[in-house]
């Protein structure tokens, strides 16, 4: 992949406040004012170049979209996809999404997504994974009560990770799929770019949305 030299993407990102914003806090509780029209907020954290959310914005119009990714370079290239696109319902943080109740009011968000989230094999790393109880305990604020929590991953080490802390934490389970591509779910799946190249090499892709207990 290549990527943009990182002074060079801080440029962008500041010539285009229309589109994306490193200082998400100032909209705290107001997201619904940088879109088209109030309608249900939906949350990425890491949307890497974005295939999903730019997709996701596209399919549904009668939701707003926010894509958060930690990387300026990488989400530079999501905002040179939207100023051509122009979607009225998307919009871009780059931030770290570990500080998603700075950004976001108590049930501001209708849906959050994970898709293909870096796994931190390592024991030591695991408060790293975006699925761990201190990730959890963040979602469970910012979302609507019964709001919807969808994940999705080829890693199997993270997926049962995951499985194990969201039943811990009490989360209820909606759906869930152990080969999602095989499966009937797929029919209204979007891929993301990791999901498209896991697939490819014959991957299973793990699947399972939720919600917290009211
Ligand atoms: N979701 C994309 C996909 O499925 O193709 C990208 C997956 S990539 C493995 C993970 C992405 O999440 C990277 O672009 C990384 O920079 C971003 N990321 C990791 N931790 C993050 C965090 N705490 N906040 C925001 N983005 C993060």
């Not at 290549?2 to 200082?23: M, Q, S, Y």
């Not at 930690?70 to 939207?82: C, D, K, T």
């Not at 898709?115 to 994974?129: E, G, L, M, V």
């Not at 469970?140 to 802390?165: H, M, Y």
């Amino acid at each position: 992949m290549r990527l943009r030299n990182k002074p060079r993407a801080a440029g962008e990102i500041a010539a285009h406040p229309e589109w994306i914003t490193i200082t998400p806090e100032d909209h705290k509780g107001q997201w619904q004012t940088k879109f088209a029209q109030p309608q249900p907020l939906c949350v990425e954290v890491g949307s890497g170049k974005g295939q999903f959310i730019i997709e996701m914005a596209k399919a549904h119009p009668d939701k707003n979209f926010i894509g958060i990714e930690l990387q300026p370079s990488v989400i530079i290239m999501i905002l040179e996809r939207q100023m051509v696109a122009q979607l009225p319902n998307l919009f871009l943080i780059q931030a770290n999404g570990n500080r998603l109740t700075d950004f976001f009011a108590p049930a501001e968000v209708a849906e959050l997504y994970l898709n293909f989230s870096d796994p931190w094999p390592k024991t030591r790393h695991a408060k790293r994974r975006l699925t761990h109880a201190n990730f959890l305990k963040m979602y469970e604020i910012v979302l609507q009560p019964a709001g919807l929590f969808q994940f999705k991953t080829d890693n199997r080490g993270l997926f049962e990770f995951s499985l194990q802390s969201f039943n811990a934490y009490g989360m209820v389970f909606d759906d869930l799929s152990l080969d999602l591509h095989h499966s009937a779910q797929n029919e209204t799946n979007i891929e993301t770019e990791y999901e498209h190249r896991f697939s490819q090499m014959g991957h299973p892709i793990y699947y399972i949305q939720a919600h917290f207990k009211t």
